[in-house]
C-alpha cells in the first residue's frame, strides 16, 4: 500500500520513513524525516520486516479488562439515564459518589474514590 492512499497519517509517516532506508539512505535521516528517535526507527523496521507493510498500523492496546461486566455497564447506563428517585436514592440529580453507591449496594464491584 502506497502512504498516499491511506488515511492514516502516522500510518503513512511510518511508510515514507522506511521508504528513505529502502532508498539507501542512512536511519538517522529516516528518524529524521519521521520525527522520532532512532530506536523509534529500529522498532519500525522489526514490525514490517516481521508484519510487513500491516506491521506499521496502529493496534488498540489490550490494557486492563473491565471491572464492569456487560450486563452491569447496561443498567448502570440505563440508570444514568433514567435519573434518580428522590424517594428511593435520596438525590435529586446523579453525582459520581452516589452512582458509585448504588452500584456497590448493587453488588456489582468496588469503586474507589480515586
Known sequence: MAAKQTKDAAFSR????????????????????????????????????TWGPDGLKDCKASGRPSRLKDEHRRALIQMVEEGPNPAMHGVVRWRLTNVAQCALLGTWVLISRN
Open 14 to 49: 511510518r511508510l515514507l520513513a522506511l521508504a528513505e532506508i529502502y532508498d539507501a539512505g542512512s536511519r538517522s535521516d529516516a528518524a529524521r524525516n519521521g520525527g522520532v528517535g532512532l530506536q523509534t526507527i529500529r522498532d519500525w523496521v522489526r514490525r514490517s520486516n
